[in-house]
């Protein structure tokens, strides 16, 4: 085993050791069915300090790389995907600043002494109709005297919403719109652990319909937020509305497309260990054996583990090449997005042949499978969609 190998095994018997999983896996069913949030996983990552890997040593952290915490994203999410994908948002943001740092911007060190204190951070980023994402905002930053702005909008999916206490946010400044220079704001809301308890506080209020199809547990509610406060040191950047480069809109779109397809990934993996179990259980009358002996089913489970192969190769390759500060210039969304795109096919595609393998024992809503097979449809609904991205590679082919 390589020495990169047996980093990655030691790691996730640290953090996520196989007992744990299995606690997991059991109380994910609980979740799924109750449609009530992962506090118990919460405390328990808690606990083993899994929501501080990104932070540098100096800030008395692990200083795990993208690289690492992907591969146990991929594992966290073969027993919990509503918690690995929820989990994902606090990780991302601090990610974020740790790539800004391992790029030589150091202004938003506050977050890791955040992290360090127990805050929990969340994104607050995608909204209603906004097919921009991080280069537009239907939301309304107001400019205030002191330096800080009053947010007002509408954030949809917004992972942890019963107990984040801090969340980035970005907003078109006010003083700006409808000229040639409209500009977003990107900051960090505060809320206390009192206000989270409470769904309310700093003009922040959180949706109370969550009754989605699958990633349940994660209780990804809308946050409506009217006259939120960012205040003058929580403004992290003000960058030119439309296509204009930026390290923090970069780092966002790195950790997020990696970490999305991490989760994704773990989610394909499973599927397949249930659709190599259901075949050593199911019978076939008409072969006298089980489905594991039956050639049909052997061919469909192999071709699924050959195409899912590719998946966490891309992960791993990419998450390095971001470590290593590789320079793609223009290609990074172009590779960050397909692996994206692909984990999540990957997970669609694994958990409807899983199905098709295991029989009707699948389809029961108390299967473990039944319950994947919804959390991978989630897939369908990060940005870009593949019908968002098509245009991109197109054009990388075809305009000048």
Not at 30 to 43: G, K, T
Not at 82 to 105: P, S, Y
Request: aromatic share 8%.
């Amino acid at each position: 085993m390589s020495d990169r190998e047996t980093r990655h095994q030691e790691l996730a018997e640290r953090y996520l050791p196989e007992e744990l999983l299995e606690r997991f896996r059991e109380r994910a069913a609980v979740y799924d069915r109750e449609n009530s949030f992962f506090h118990e996983d919460l405390d328990e990552l808690r606990e083993r300090g899994y929501l501080t890997l990104f932070v540098p040593t100096e800030f008395g952290g692990p200083g795990l790389t993208l690289n690492e915490v992907s591969r146990l994203q991929q594992r966290l999410a073969t027993a919990a995907p509503g918690t690995a994908l929820a989990i994902n948002m606090h990780l991302m943001c601090t990610g974020v600043i740790r790539a800004m740092f391992e790029r030589g911007d150091r202004s938003l060190g506050y977050v890791f002494e955040e992290a360090m204190a127990g805050e929990i951070f969340a994104f607050g980023i995608s909204e209603p109709a906004n097919d921009w994402v991080l280069q537009g905002s239907k939301s309304k930053a107001e400019p205030q005297e002191d330096g800080g702005y009053l947010l007002s909008g509408v954030k949809i999916f917004t992972s942890l919403s019963p107990v984040w206490t801090r969340l980035i946010v970005h907003g078109l400044d006010t003083a700006t719109a409808g000229t040639d220079a409209e500009t977003l704001v990107y900051g960090f809301l505060e809320r206390t652990s009192e206000e989270a308890a409470a769904w309310g506080g700093n003009g922040i209020a959180v949706s109370d319909q969550w009754d989605v199809l699958g990633m349940r547990a994660s209780h990804s509610r809308a946050t409506i937020l009217d006259g939120a406060r960012i205040r003058p040191e929580r403004v992290a950047r003000k960058i030119p509305a439309g296509r204009h480069p930026d390290l923090l809109t970069f780092a966002i779109t790195a950790n997020f497309q990696l970490l999305i397809g991490s989760v994704y990934a773990g989610v394909a993996r499973r599927a397949l260990d249930l659709a190599a179990a259901g075949m050593k259980k199911r019978r076939s009358a008409k072969a006298g054996t089980s489905h594991a002996e039956v050639p049909e089913a052997r061919v469909r489970l192999a071709d699924a583990h050959m195409e899912f192969m590719a998946v966490p190769a891309q992960l791993d390759a990419y998450t390095r090449d971001f470590d290593e500060l590789v320079d793609y210039g223009s290609e990074w969304p172009l590779r960050l997005v397909s692996a994206r795109l692909n984990a999540s096919t990957a997970a669609r595609r694994n958990a409807e042949t899983a199905l098709i393998c295991t029989g009707g024992s699948g389809f029961d809503n108390g299967s473990e499978l039944s319950r994947v097979y919804r959390d991978a449809t989630a897939g369908l609904f990060h940005p870009p969609s593949a019908d968002a991205a098509r245009p991109m590679y197109a054009a990388a082919l075809l305009d000048e």
